[in-house]
């Protein structure tokens, strides 16, 4: 091959790579749009995870605290034969928290309180009526088993809430922000200083 030949061979060569290097470029700079786009709508949707947690946990409950108190005779006998101490008492007391309870997380009033409380509630169940399935399930490490426990879940979501509260879109953030409180008060508030 001649001397003009071969430059010519290199310029080609040469064009190529720019040309691989701009599309690499163009492609890394869509990826990078594309996620800057995701994390965009992310945050924009981030609101959805406390809310849906609250307003499905609220139903249920709601559910289950109606049924407890439409059937208090049944409800009383299944605690005393749980072994809970004042039976009669106990029912409609958990009946009128899950019911009462499952309203204000739907809705998001004093979400963190009655989410400690609902808690309470799904220990003692755990502790009771659901002990001997949840002894097996930690015996065999059997986490599969462990989470289809009911109250399990229920509580992984109310512990959730009690952490990390009733996000935007809830009648408690409405208050704080009508009583004054920014988001600056609740940092302090979290951190309990």
Same mark, same amino acid.
């Given at each position: 091959m001649?001397?003009?030949?071969?430059?010519?061979?290199?310029a080609?060569?040469?064009?190529?790579?720019e040309?691989?290097?701009?599309?690499?470029?163009?492609?890394k700079?869509?990826?990078?749009?594309a996620?800057?786009?995701?994390?965009?709508?992310?945050?924009?949707?981030?609101?959805?995870?406390?809310?849906?947690?609250?307003?499905?946990?609220?139903?249920?409950?709601?559910?289950?605290?109606?049924?407890?108190?439409?059937?208090?005779?049944?409800?009383?006998?299944? +605690?005393?034969? #749980?072994?809970?101490? $004042? %039976?009669?008492?106990? !029912?409609?007391?958990?009946?009128? @928290?899950?019911?009462v *309870?499952?309203?204000?997380?739907?809705?998001?009033?004093?979400?963190?309180?009655?989410?400690?409380?609902?808690?309470?509630?799904?220990?003692?169940?755990?502790?009771?009526?659901?002990?001997?399935?949840?002894?097996?399930?930690?015996?065999?490490?059997? +986490?599969?088993? #462990?989470?289809?426990? $009911? %109250?399990?879940?229920? !509580?992984?979501?109310?512990?959730? @809430?009690?952490?990390? *509260?009733?996000?935007?879109?809830?009648?408690?953030?409405?208050v704080?922000?009508?009583?004054?409180?920014?988001?600056d008060?609740?940092?302090?508030?979290?951190?309990?200083?």
């Amino acid at each position: 091959m001649a001397a003009p030949e071969l430059a010519a061979a290199a310029a080609q060569r040469s064009e190529g790579k720019e040309t691989s290097l701009m599309a690499d470029s163009t492609l890394k700079d869509r990826v990078a749009a594309a996620g800057r786009f995701a994390l965009g709508l992310a945050r924009r949707a981030q609101f959805l995870a406390p809310l849906l947690t609250r307003v499905i946990l609220g139903v249920a409950f709601f559910y289950t605290g109606k049924g407890k108190l439409a059937h208090l005779d049944g409800t009383t006998a299944f +605690f005393e034969h #749980l072994g809970i101490p $004042a %039976p009669g008492f106990h !029912a409609v007391f958990v009946g009128g @928290l899950e019911l009462v *309870g499952g309203i204000a997380l739907a809705l998001g009033v004093a979400t963190r309180l009655f989410s400690a409380g609902l808690l309470g509630t799904m220990a003692v169940a755990l502790l009771t009526a659901h002990r001997q399935e949840a002894v097996d399930a930690l015996k065999e490490v059997d +986490f599969g088993t #462990l989470i289809g426990i $009911a %109250p399990v879940p229920f !509580a992984i979501g109310l512990l959730w @809430l009690v952490f990390y *509260g009733p996000g935007l879109a809830s009648l408690d953030r409405i208050v704080a922000g009508y009583m004054g409180w920014t988001e600056d008060r609740f940092k302090t508030l979290d951190s309990g200083s």
